[in-house]
């Protein structure tokens, strides 16, 4: 009765959205794996908006020798900052204003990097600092090393910012990149 195998990448999943939601990557990893076996395609594209995801997918791939060239695409924004998403259709006007803080925060923390600040914590905090006000809850905002996804070291040259918030009744994640030079 129904099936009983799945996909599990282990480390990669175990914070962060997979903390937040639990079983949520497992059914992400089965279901891709399904499509990909599927279609066996040559070249297989997906969003950097749910980096931890992409992340997963990549190390997947790879653990299970699949013979798929994979890429990544930058995350699509509207023109006020905010990941295009298809909760964005669910925040209430004023609410949709209020999440414009999202990527306001993100780029203080890049300014700050910019400038040489290589503390996670205090990268951590400009965020948190910067959505104040903003958003109704703050789920996660970390640091990150851009492949393990464990929390970046304090002197990284490049660490991946991720951010989960409630606004309004809608959850909304995104991330940045955080290099020297923007």
Known sequence: ???QTSVDVHDLT???EGEHRPGHF????TVVTKLLAL???AVAIFGRKDYQQWVVLRRMVEDLNLRIEMRAMDTVRESDGLALSSRNGRLAPTDRVRATAIARA???AQRRFADGERRRVVLE???RDSLNGDVDAIDYVACVDPETLEPASDGSVTMQLL???HVGGVRLIDNMRLVSTP
Do not use: E, I
Request: charged share 20%.
């Open 106 to 108: 993100m780029r203080a």
């Open 125 to 127: 905090g400009v965020v």
């Open 14 to 16: 175990r914070r962060w």
């Open 1 to 3: 009765p129904g099936h």
């Open 39 to 41: 279609t066996a395609p």
């Open 26 to 29: 497992r059914g992400v990893t």
């Open 163 to 165: 951010v989960a918030v």
